[in-house]
Each structure stands twice: as C-alpha cells, then as structure tokens.
C-alpha cells in the first residue's frame, strides 16, 4: 500500500517556480466579483430580477452594492432571520436593539424604525435631498 501510495506521488512533477494561487474561471481576469458570481447564477437558471440588476449598473462603492442586493434578497442576518435558522435567542432579544420597539427585520432596521428614521433623515439632510421617506421595503421599491 505505501509503495503504491510513493509510486503515485513520484509520478507527478512538482514545479516550484510557479506558485498556486486561486482563479475565479467566471472572469476574464481570474478575479472574483459578487457581479460575475450574479451573472453565473443567472446562467445556471436563477430567476432574474430587474432590481437585483440594477444594482449592479448604479456608481456606487461595492460594499454598498452588495448591502443592497442582501437587502433586496432578505437575506440580511437580523436576530429574527437567524432565529428562523435554528440560532435560538429569548423573544426579548429578538427585539430592536435600537428602540425595543418591534422585532430586529430588515423592514424595521431599515424603515420602520424610529431611530433608523432618524439617521436617514440626517443622511438625506446632509445630501441635500429631499425626499419622502418609505415605511417598507415594499413602498421603496
């Protein structure tokens, strides 16, 4: 068995000049992008959706790309969405952290909650955006 194991190994050769490295074959470029992996979703036969696309045609830093497209899947991880997966918590923790107001979803974090209100008003102020604020996901979009 080892000798067979040692025939095995012998019979590969080793190059030490070239180094491994990890290569994303969904690009050109060998790099990794959340749009490529999208693209490559789609081509496998997920149902396309024209917000989730759009995301990725906006200018707007990468991170906030992919935030969005979490958000617009409800895949964010909140107390009650990991709760659902199986990670237990007791009901009064599964409330807002910020208002203990309703329970920790992406529509309350996002819209319905007092205190998110509040930094998206600062945030649009500061803009100098005007703009009339949804209290849903549903309503934003």
């Not at 990890?22 to 999208?38: E, H, I, M, N, P």
């Not at 790309?65 to 895949?75: A, E, G, K, N, T």
């Not at 998110?116 to 803009?127: G, I, N, T």
Request: charged share 15%; net charge negative.
């Amino acid at each position: 068995m080892l000798s067979e194991l040692q025939a095995c190994v012998l019979w590969f050769n080793v190059c030490k000049v070239v180094q491994n490295q990890l290569v994303w074959k969904a690009t050109a470029d060998g790099y990794f992008s959340v749009a490529s992996l999208y693209t490559l979703m789609v081509s496998f036969g997920l149902q396309e959706v024209p917000e989730l696309q759009s995301i990725w045609s906006l200018q707007l830093p990468p991170k906030i790309q992919c935030f969005s497209w979490f958000v617009l899947l409800d895949r964010l991880s909140t107390l009650v969405m990991l709760h659902e997966q199986g990670i237990k918590f007791g009901d009064a923790m599964l409330h807002c952290r910020w208002c203990q107001n309703e329970f920790d979803s992406i529509d309350h974090i996002l819209y319905s909650c007092d205190e998110a209100c509040m930094v998206w008003f600062l945030f649009f102020q500061w803009w100098q955006v005007d703009v009339i604020y949804p209290r849903t996901l549903g309503e934003f979009l």
